[in-house]
């Protein structure tokens, strides 16, 4: 079985700059489209950015011109850039991933959620 694993969250003030990994791991040999997501106390989880296999981007408006995301398909690696970060960024981020997996068929995995704090 393949898992992801975030890292790079953190507490930073506003306009501060924070850049999120979603490392494939396991038995993962393969992946498809892959985003990020976040969810804030109270609110729904969101769609933040998403980036298909051939780097083609979305983003959700409210993130447009602030954050990118990219990916390194030779480290099975997702990054979100985060720039001018306000306290409404702030969220649990979560990366998602279409991954096949040795012995398996393609799963759609989620990692365990990386925490974003900004501070006014």
């Known amino acids: 079985q393949g898992q992801l694993v975030e890292s790079g969250g953190g507490l930073v003030h506003t306009g501060g700059s924070l850049r999120l990994s979603c490392a494939a791991s396991?038995?993962?040999?393969?992946?498809?489209?892959m985003g990020w997501y976040r969810q804030a106390p109270g609110k729904q989880r969101e769609l933040v950015a998403r980036i298909t296999s051939g780097d083609i981007t979305d983003y959700a408006d409210s993130v447009k011109g602030r954050f990118t995301i990219s990916r390194d398909n030779a480290k099975n690696t997702m990054y979100l850039q985060m720039n001018s970060l306000k306290p409404e960024d702030t969220a649990v981020y979560v990366c998602?991933?279409?991954?096949?997996?040795?012995?398996?068929?393609?799963?759609?995995?989620w990692g365990q959620g990386t925490q974003v704090t900004v501070s006014s």
């Open positions: 998602n991933a279409e991954a096949l997996a040795f012995g398996s068929t393609w799963t759609d995995y």
């Open positions: 396991g038995s993962i040999f393969s992946i498809n489209d």
